[in-house]
């Protein structure tokens, strides 16, 4: 059904969340929709540019008031993951190539980046990197920028 009064009641970062918002909204019985991010308008030779067009969550001005709550629950929840993602312990990892050891935040552990002393990828890991468990060495100190 069509909107008769719409407003825009959430900008998302992604069409991905401007689907979880309208469904959160849409389960607490209001009607929303999307409004994705398929212009062309921020496209140019290097590529996309960002805040062009953002993804909408558009409902009716009648239900803006009912609407704060679940809007309210899904901007604590993306909060509260946002912390937990970027808690925890940084890791040390010797890079292969040239043998600097580099720090990296917890959030990118399992992932693959780039050494910044020589650019060479390095796997970050969060494990002990050698073999014998027995007789641990000691881990390399990040060195200082």
């Known amino acids: 059904m069509a909107l008769s009064d719409p407003i825009s009641a959430y900008n998302a970062a992604s069409n991905i969340e401007a689907h979880l918002v309208r469904q959160m909204l849409e389960e607490a019985g209001i009607e929303a929709h999307v409004v994705e991010d398929t212009s062309v308008v921020g496209l140019w030779f290097g590529g996309a540019l960002p805040e062009i067009h953002k993804p909408q969550v558009w409902i009716e001005r009648a239900d803006a008031e ?19 993602f970027a808690e925890g312990d940084p890791v040390v990892v010797t890079c292969e190539a040239c043998g600097a050891a580099e720090m990296f935040p917890a959030h990118q552990i399992d992932s693959v980046q780039s050494c910044p002393a020589c650019g060479a990828f390095v796997d970050v890991v969060d494990e002990i990197p050698w073999a014998d468990e027995s007789a641990p060495q000691e881990q390399p100190e990040p060195r200082d920028e």
């Open 66 to 84: 009912r609407s704060a709550p679940v809007l309210a629950a899904y901007e604590d929840e993306a909060e509260r993951r946002r912390r937990e």
